[in-house]
């Protein structure tokens, strides 16, 4: 049986839970004794471009907006040069969800992908750190080698974008080896796997336009779970990595960090993900309190 939930055809809109724990902040914050705690926020404009052995292969744009109680994710991008004129492609995704005691809390995920030969459209709506529904148009074929996701493996999990926005805890510089001490399960529609950090260095970039600054480098290891067929080359290839890497930079006004660059060595040569303009600015806190 396939594990992927079919969408009603007219799906109702998801409602959002009351924010757990901030009743009492709240009563306090009416009764005019303290103002309501507010969350770091910041937006982020970054543009990047992909190479392959150095030939660039790809561009792409990312847009994120960090706000006291909700968040939201758009990126887009396609293929570019000889790449573009032998299977050219585009792709797009975005994801949205609330802020809850600093944490990304995802509510939905939708990613749409188009080349030559077809069009698909992955939805997946998201509560609690649950999957509850998730669809992939066209419903793809039953491959009986697919090792299948269970129940258990759509509990706990991230979607894709928001697997790659990082809050480093603590109240300290977050761009410090202490943001690599993490690993995420990450659902993506038909793939469940894991991504975990591991330190190795700090370092500084420079964009084109934007960001120039401290950045910490974190290994990064693919650990596939289930929705896979095990004999896939790809698969072994990436489950087999020590050498990838991923830069990590700071959106201003938060705890959040995002890759600024990745580097993924394939047998073609090294496959690079390199931000080209990276535009992080906060925004200013907004504090409520009652007025006398």
């Known amino acids: 049986m396939s594990s992927v939930r079919a969408f009603p055809r007219h799906p109702r809109p998801l409602r959002r839970r009351p924010l757990a724990g901030r009743g009492a902040a709240l009563l306090f914050a009416l009764a005019g004794l303290l103002p309501l705690p507010a969350q770091a926020q910041g937006k982020l404009d970054a543009r990047y471009e992909v190479t392959l052995a150095g030939i660039p292969v790809g561009r792409g744009s990312w847009t994120i907006d960090i ?3 909700h968040y939201a994710a758009s990126a887009s991008g396609g293929t570019t040069g000889l790449l573009k004129a032998i299977s050219g492609g585009r792709g797009s995704g975005s994801a949205q969800g609330r802020v809850v005691n600093g944490q ?3 509510a939905s995920y939708s990613a749409m992908t188009e080349t030559s030969k077809k069009i698909e459209t992955i939805r997946i709506a998201l509560a609690g750190g649950n999957i509850k529904e998730s669809a992939i148009e066209p419903e793809p074929p039953v491959d009986p080698a697919r090792i ?7 509990r706990g999990v991230l979607d894709p974008m928001t697997g790659t926005l990082l809050r480093v805890p603590g109240t300290g510089d977050p761009v410090s080896a202490e943001a690599c001490k993490a690993s995420a399960g990450i659902f993506d529609g038909r793939m469940r796997y894991d991504l975990r950090l591991e330190f190795k260095r700090l370092d500084t970039v420079r964009a084109e336009k934007g960001y120039q600054g401290p950045v910490v480098v974190c290994a990064i290891y693919f650990i596939p779970i289930s929705g896979y067929v095990p004999d896939r080359a790809a698969i072994k290839y990436l489950a087999a990595q020590r050498n990838m890497e991923i830069w990590l930079a700071p959106i201003a006004g938060t705890r959040v960090l995002v890759p600024f660059k990745l580097l993924i060595p394939t047998p073609l040569g090294q496959g690079m993900l390199l931000a080209t303009e ?3 600015t906060p925004a200013p806190p907004k504090t409520t309190a009652r007025t006398q």
């Open 278 to 280: 990276f535009n992080a």
């Open 104 to 106: 990304l809390v995802p």
């Open 148 to 154: 299948e996701v269970t129940d258990a493996h759509r």
């Open 67 to 69: 706000a006291d109680d």
